[in-house]
């Protein structure tokens, strides 16, 4: 044989060729039934040119780089003068530019900052949920720079200076002076050493001044650095109120933020987390004095669906994989796709991404509509969270699960399960934890309960004749009617969520709805992936469904 020598042990052979140089919409039947149910259907082309730049090697290869060469924070310069500035991998660049350049940040807002019609919600989750299966760090600055916008509102004077600049498809990567950019991001500050949950235990103080505010504290976790803003909650005269702090002062001057590590993260590695102290640094009031919360749950709204975006993505990557793993590794004489065991694994994860994703988009269309219809305002605020609790929290078992599909060499760094494990549990942990996003859904319905009640009635509707769902249906009655539900919280929310993943599935693939029901609502499984009873036919379609051959 050419080049072989004596030295030459061994063949390779019966390896898995990378998952590069896809289409990552085409490839997709879900997604693109997804996107034309919930009303994007004519931005199919769009989409298809977006996936296949995102899934070509080019990226997968900037993936690896942005992750293997984290963030470096620069504290001090050679002198000893305090420069506080992040320097990233030029890799993180190329994915911010990207991502930015796609308008993920700003797609869903007009340029007066009011939401953009529909189906802007909907486009952009698409978007996103592609992106989120090749690179998640450099998502957390894009995310909270959208959605930011939402409580910029209760200061519009504010806010219109800022909007070109936000809205702007211009990565502009400099340490100046926003007004100097062409383009900014905007992160946010709530988190302190005492409580990041509590947030009404912040301890950080705000002196009001001619111009702004002067804010002395410190946050625990402040992500995205290098953003030219954040978003930030500090104990004013009149209570813990909402403030924008740029990282320079209205003069020109470097504003008093002063980093003081980076934390050394389990996943989420090309993003910078950092711990920050605040020393007279300047601020601007966002919203009244005292309505601190009020005024940055708008934001926090948006940034827990893009947690369920991003963790629904990170899903059908490891499913995707383990499928075309599936498809090349001969096991005793088999692929492994053909082991019985095997399918019944593949396809139950493949009911799962399938109901992920299904309830994201029909999320995102409540968004779009929440305008003009105020069920849909509801739908939107209640399922929100619902979709952050379910997805969020069964995206770490999944992977794990798509990960033994794929066997030794994906628990090896080299292979992109590895990431794709350790930055799933990450969103379920911030921007609400399961228990806090539990009593969110709780305190909706406690709120509106007439309206929740007959929200559920529209999606019992919608979910009509489908295996279970009268029997959820009887329980969340029961429940949403009960004082002493947060003992139960955790099962009204899943229960919830596996209902309205189950109505929006039978409006973009009702054959998926029937199977997703009856394993899911009325079977209930509790033991792991591929005890589930899905009949080999629909095995057999689920798996060509989540990647047609050829
Ligand atoms: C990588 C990373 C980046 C982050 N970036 C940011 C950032 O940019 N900005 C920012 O502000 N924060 C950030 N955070 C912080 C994050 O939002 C908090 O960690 C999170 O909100 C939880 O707060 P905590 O860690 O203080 O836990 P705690 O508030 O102490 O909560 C601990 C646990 O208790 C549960 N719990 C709380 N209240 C109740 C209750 N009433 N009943 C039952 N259970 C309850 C929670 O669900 C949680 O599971 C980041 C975190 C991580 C990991």
């Not at 063949?11 to 039934?33: K, M, R």
């Not at 020109?252 to 989420?268: A, P």
Request: aromatic share 8%; proline share 4%; net charge neutral.
């Amino acid at each position: 044989m050419a080049g072989s020598s004596r030295f030459d042990t061994h063949d390779v052979t019966n390896q898995t060729p990378p998952y590069v140089n896809v289409d990552l919409f085409a490839s997709d039947p879900a997604l693109q039934a997804a996107v034309a149910a919930n009303g994007a259907g004519n931005e199919a082309t769009e989409l298809s040119k977006f996936g296949k730049r995102w899934g070509s090697a080019d990226m997968v290869e900037a993936a690896r780089l942005a992750n293997e060469n984290p963030p470096k924070l620069k504290t001090f310069d050679a002198s000893g003068f305090r420069r506080d500035v992040v320097e990233f991998h030029p890799s993180y660049h190329q994915f911010m530019r990207e991502s930015i350049g796609a308008g993920l940040h700003a797609m869903t807002w007009r340029a007066d900052g009011v939401r953009a019609s529909a189906p802007a919600e909907v486009a952009r989750a698409a978007r996103y949920y592609m992106v989120a299966q090749v690179e998640n760090g450099h998502m957390c600055p894009v995310t909270m720079t959208r959605a930011a916008v939402a409580a910029l509102s209760v200061q519009p004077e504010l806010r219109d200076r800022l909007l070109p600049k936000i809205l702007s498809r211009d990565y502009d990567q400099r340490f100046r002076p926003w007004s100097e950019k062409t383009g900014i991001t905007l992160g946010m500050g709530m988190t302190e050493k005492q409580g990041g949950t509590d947030v009404r235990a912040n301890t950080t103080h705000a002196e009001a001044g001619a111009d702004g505010y002067l804010i002395t504290g410190h946050k625990w976790f402040m992500s995205a650095p290098m953003c030219d803003a954040f978003l930030v909650l500090a104990q004013a005269s009149g209570g813990l109120t909402c403030f924008l702090m740029p990282r320079f002062r209205p003069d020109g001057s470097v504003n008093g933020l002063r980093f003081q590590r980076l934390k050394d993260k389990l996943g989420n590695r090309s993003n910078a987390s950092s711990e920050v102290e605040f020393a007279d640094a300047f601020a601007w009031r966002l919203g009244e004095e005292g309505r601190g919360v009020r005024t940055i749950i708008e934001m926090v709204q948006l940034t827990r669906l893009d947690c369920a975006i991003a963790s629904a993505g990170l899903m059908r990557m490891a499913l995707v994989q383990a499928l075309h793993h599936a498809r090349h590794r001969m096991v005793f004489q088999r692929h492994l796709v053909d082991q019985p065991m095997m399918r019944s694994v593949l396809a139950d994860l493949a009911l799962d991404c399938e109901g992920a994703l299904a309830l994201v988009m029909r999320v995102c269309r409540a968004v779009d509509r929440s305008a003009a219809d105020a069920e849909e305002a509801l739908r939107a605020r209640l399922l929100t969270p619902v979709a952050k609790y379910w997805i969020c929290k069964m995206a770490p078992a999944f992977v794990y699960e798509a990960m033994e599909c794929i066997g030794g060499n994906a628990y090896v760094e080299e292979s992109v399960l590895a990431r794709l494990y350790r930055e799933a549990p990450v969103n379920a942990i911030w921007e609400g934890s399961g228990n806090v996003v539990g009593l969110d859904v709780l305190r909706v319905i406690g709120r509106e309960r007439e309206a929740a009640q007959s929200l559920l009635e529209t999606i019992r509707n919608e979910a009509s004749d489908l295996p279970g769902v009268d029997e959820a249906i009887a329980f969340l009655a029961k429940n949403f009617a009960d004082p002493e539900v947060e003992t139960n919280a955790r099962g009204v929310v899943e229960r919830m969520a596996l209902l309205a993943a189950s109505a929006a599935l039978k409006t973009s693939a009702p054959r998926a709805a029937e199977v997703f029901a009856g394993a899911r609502l009325a079977e209930r499984r509790n033991a792991g992936y591929g005890a589930a009873a899905i009949a080999p036919e629909a095995q057999t379609w689920l798996l060509e469904r989540t990647l047609p051959v050829g």
